[in-house]
């Protein structure tokens, strides 16, 4: 579903299959004009239309959409029409085997739970509703007033306004005078960030708040700099809100969310593309799992390791020319420490967004002072809560919709014939699984290729 710039709700089908050589084949079959409700019944009615003129009544596999629940209702409705004597539980059977969720909109809706705090599964049921009401209250107003809250409103502020960002362009290309700068007890040295600036997320989706957030951690020093000049502005009305400028702690919060979600990111763009890759769906879903208990356990305490700067000094440069390197500079601040920073990262020359499925982004920090070490830092309570509980709705809402997926055994099916998987993932992570599995597995390939096999098998003879 989506709506063309004229304003027309446009229902597009897409069909998925294997043509008589064996090469999977993608076509865009219909372009549907929806009118009325855009509830599920009503786009299963275009739906089945396109299905039947093309006569592909016996021919339907699976059906993959989004995770809202009109698609649910639409994939619904269409098993009901074409199999009218189904009873309730055998349409129910049939929707958790063919109702295929997608796999980007999944990792979406976790990466934003744990961005929002949009799930309400992790409350405990015995807790008063009141108290689960007060919980939420606060989660949303740290959220509101918390790094990413205060980050997107310096972000907006510094945007709308063309003075404001000839201010912040003028100091990323170290154009401001060097007296004020020797005021603020800083200089600049890196010229790798001239003409950068910083990113402004949406609503639509979780990356583009990542983006944001990985924008910043490069143009750190640029926004520290750039709201100590506004803080001295004479005019009150022209200086950032002193409630929206990042503190230390905000920026080791900020830095600790892109460790956390970069994996989100690794494998969203893993599943991009036409590339078949339906046999690591599953695999990669008990992957992020993992990820994200690991995290729970690394911030079951105030105290984390240090593997981002926490003096006032961060130095974050990253190539733009699509190879990975090292930059030392940055801004640095009579700290009595002097250090530098490798931020290694594979950005696209154009966008600045990560152009490779395998993107990786990490920032270092190592002391000149080869006996220092940096020490483990302590979040706040506020700090250290906010992580916690993102890690928790993340969580939930990506076991949701892993237990969804494994009711349909087409993804077991998938990694059990797929060449560099078998059965060793199952061995490896469900051993009391296993047998299970595969008895089902068996009893669907009996019921739906068996027979198709054996007159393959009877035509090769002639």
Same mark, same amino acid.
């Given at each position: ?22 090469t999977p084949q993608v076509r865009l079959i219909s372009l549907e004009k929806l ?49 009218? @004597? ?78 404001? @960002? ?21 200089? /600049? ?57 990042l503190s230390c702690e905000d920026w080791v919060v900020l830095a600790e969310i %892109? ?11 893993? /599943? ?143 990694? %059990? ?36 096999? @054996? ?8």
């Amino acid at each position: 579903m989506w709506t063309s710039p004229n304003g027309i709700a446009i229902l597009s089908v897409i069909a998925y299959y294997v043509d008589i050589a064996g090469t999977p084949q993608v076509r865009l079959i219909s372009l549907e004009k929806l009118s009325g409700s855009h509830g599920g019944e009503n786009q299963a009615i275009l739906m089945a239309k396109v299905i039947r003129k093309y006569g592909l009544e016996k021919k339907i596999g699976f059906f993959t959409a989004d995770n809202a629940d009109p698609c649910d209702t639409c994939v619904r409705a269409l098993l009901k029409m074409f199999n009218p @004597r189904a009873s309730p539980t055998g349409l129910e059977g049939l929707e958790g085997e063919r109702r295929i969720p997608c796999v980007g909109h999944i990792l979406n809706l976790s990466a934003k739970a744990f961005l929002e705090g949009d799930s309400s599964d992790i409350f405990d049921s015995h807790i008063a509703e009141k108290d689960q009401k007060k919980e939420r209250e606060l989660l949303r107003e740290w959220r509101k007033r918390g790094p990413i809250g205060k980050l997107h409103n310096l972000v907006y502020w510094i945007r709308r306004n063309p003075q404001r @960002r000839e201010l912040f362009l003028s100091i990323t290309s170290g154009k401001v005078d060097q007296s004020i700068m020797a005021e603020l007890g800083v200089w /600049f040295v890196d010229d790798t960030l001239k003409g950068l600036m910083v990113k402004a997320d949406n609503d639509t989706r979780w990356n583009s708040v990542y983006l944001m957030v990985h924008r910043a951690l490069r143009l750190r020093d640029i926004i520290d700099v750039f709201c100590k000049l506004s803080l001295l502005d004479p005019k009150e009305e022209k200086r950032v809100s002193a409630e929206d400028v990042l503190s230390c702690e905000d920026w080791v919060v900020l830095a600790e969310i %892109i460790e956390i979600l970069q994996p989100y990111l690794t494998y969203t763009k893993h /599943f991009e593309g036409r590339t078949p890759r339906f046999a690591e769906v599953l695999p990669t879903m008990y992957l992020l799992k993992d990820h994200l208990s690991e995290m729970r356990q690394r911030y079951s305490s105030n105290l984390i390791p240090a593997p981002y700067p926490v003096l006032d000094c961060i130095i974050v440069a990253a190539p733009t020319d699509g190879t990975e390197r090292e930059q030392q500079g940055g801004l640095q601040q009579d700290t009595g420490v002097s250090t530098w920073g490798r931020y290694s990262t594979m950005e696209s020359t154009t966008s600045g967004e990560p152009s490779s499925p395998l993107y990786q982004a990490e920032i270092s920090v190592q002391f000149e002072d080869k006996d220092l070490d940096p020490e483990p830092f302590e979040l706040s309570d506020d700090g250290l809560h906010f992580i916690q509980h993102s890690i928790k709705y993340a969580t939930s809402k990506l076991d949701k919709y892993r237990n969804l997926m494994e009711r349909s055994v087409v993804y077991w099916a998938a990694m %059990i014939l797929h060449p560099g998987y078998g059965i060793g993932f199952l061995q490896l992570r469900l051993p009391n699984q296993v047998d299970s599995i595969l008895r089902d597995f068996r009893d669907y390939f009996d019921r739906h290729y068996a027979q198709a096999s @054996r007159a393959c098998l009877r035509s090769d003879k002639y």
